[in-house]
């Protein structure tokens, strides 16, 4: 069983920065792939970032630019640094595991990132 537990999140004016901390109760390296996901209100959970157990990166075209995903092996942890934030941002962001040859799928409890001046 793998456990996440986030943090980092907060209010935070327009064009400000946040980053946000994942870390895995599990070696990240039997982690296949880890990545944030976020809901705002009345909307769908929606993909931000995903870094795999090799390093590569993707991004919603939304954050490209903005946000950075990077991953710590020693701490076992993951971030995701947002820079120039928008009030479309707002969101509950989730962190999200694919652990094991079933890529089973394991989620963080979220933290809440508010964007507003």
């Known amino acids: 069983q793998v456990q996440l537990v986030e943090s980092g999140g907060g209010l935070v004016q327009p064009g400000g920065s946040l980053r946000l901390s994942c870390a895995a109760s599990?070696?990240?390296?039997?982690?296949?792939?880890m990545g944030w996901y976020r809901q705002a209100p009345g909307k769908q959970r929606e993909l931000v970032a995903v870094?795999?157990?090799?390093?590569?990166?993707t991004y919603a075209d939304s954050v490209k630019g903005r946000f950075t995903i990077s991953r710590d092996n020693a701490k076992n942890t993951v971030y995701l640094q947002m820079n120039s934030l928008k009030p479309e941002d707002t969101a509950v962001y989730y962190c999200?595991?694919?652990?094991?040859?079933?890529?089973?799928?394991?989620w963080g409890q979220g933290t809440q990132v508010t964007v507003s001046s």
């Open positions: 599990e070696g990240i390296f039997s982690i296949n792939a």
């Open positions: 870094i795999t157990s090799g390093g590569s990166s």
């Open positions: 999200n595991a694919k652990v094991g040859i079933m890529w089973s799928v394991y």
